[in-house]
């Protein structure tokens, strides 16, 4: 997992959506507590990317089959 901070705000239309992001990748280690589901998660990461360009990706990647809700279900 990769904690991301873009370099300027960035919107999304919907939960999940696809994006490119570039920057420098550094080893770096957060733990962020998140609501998913019905109750609270702790994700850890252990790089991360700051002053990130992120721009939304016209095309899904092809390796993408499921939405993420679906593969944490599993």
């Known amino acids: 997992m990769v904690h991301v901070i873009p370099s300027a705000p960035f919107q999304i239309a919907r939960?999940?959506?696809f994006v490119s992001?570039?920057?420098?990748?550094?080893?770096?280690?957060e733990k962020t507590?998140?609501?998913?589901?019905?109750?609270?998660?702790?994700?850890?990461?252990g790089y991360g990317i700051g002053r990130a360009n992120?721009?939304?990706?016209?095309?899904?990647?092809?390796?993408v089959e499921r939405q993420p809700v679906e593969v944490l279900a599993k």
């Open 21 to 29: 992001v570039t920057g420098k990748l550094r080893p770096e280690l």
């Open 15 to 17: 939960a999940y959506e």
């Open 54 to 63: 992120v721009d939304k990706s016209p095309i899904p990647p092809a390796a």
């Open 33 to 45: 507590q998140l609501f998913i589901m019905d109750r609270p998660t702790v994700l850890t990461s």
